[in-house]
C-alpha cells in the first residue's frame, strides 16, 4: 500500500498568501501609529543594534532608560533569543527614523499579540519564516519582555 502524502494547499491559495505577506512588507509602517510597549521594544532592538556594532553591552542604557535593571536585561534577553530564533540577520532603521523594517513590524505584531495573551495572533505572524520549534523560546521571551516593560 503506498504512503499517503500529507494535504496539501492548493498552489492558487499557497501563491495568494505569500503575494499578500509580501505586499503587506512592502508597505512602509511607521513607529508613530504603535502602542508606547511596541515602541519601546521597536526602540530598544535600534538601541542594542547600535550596541552591538560598538561592541558594548547595552543593559546599563536599557536600565536608565527604563529605569529597572530587571527589565533592561529581559529586553536584553528578548534581543539575543531573536538573534538566536530569527532566520536572518534582524533588520532595524536608525533610531530617529519613522518607518520601520519588515524585521521591526513583524516584532510590533509579536509584541501585540503577547501583551493581549493571543498565542494564535504570535505563531500566525511568524509563522513559515521561523521554524515552529522556535516560537516557545521566543513567545517566552517576549511575554517576559512585556511584563517587565514599564
Known amino acids: 500500500m503506498p504512503a499517503q502524502q500529507p494535504s496539501q494547499q492548493p498552489i492558487g491559495e499557497t501563491a495568494a498568501r505569500f503575494s499578500s505577506l509580501i505586499a ?7 513607529v508613530r501609529g ?5 515602541l519601546h521594544m521597536v526602540l530598544a532592538m535600534r ?8 561592541a558594548q553591552d547595552p543593559v ?3 536600565a536608565r532608560r527604563y529605569r529597572s ?18 532566520p536572518e540577520p534582524f533588520m532595524v532603521n536608525r533610531p530617529c527614523c519613522h518607518a ?12 501585540r499579540a503577547s501583551r493581549a495573551g ?29 511584563a ?3
Open 24 to 30: 503587506g512588507m512592502a508597505r512602509p509602517h511607521d
Open 34 to 38: 504603535l502602542s508606547l510597549k511596541s
Open 47 to 54: 538601541l542594542c543594534a547600535l550596541f552591538d556594532a560598538a
Open 60 to 62: 546599563p542604557d536599557l
Open 69 to 86: 535593571i530587571e527589565a533592561a536585561c529581559a529586553i536584553h534577553g528578548l534581543v539575543l533569543t531573536i538573534k538566536q530564533v530569527w
Open 100 to 111: 520601520m523594517t519588515p524585521d521591526e513590524a513583524t516584532l510590533a505584531a509579536l509584541v
Open 118 to 146: 493571543n498565542r494564535d495572533a504570535f505563531t500566525a505572524a511568524i509563522a513559515g519564516f521561523v521554524r515552529a520549534d522556535r516560537h516557545e523560546a521566543l513567545y517566552n521571551a517576549t511575554t517576559h519582555a512585556m
Open 148 to 150: 517587565l516593560l514599564p
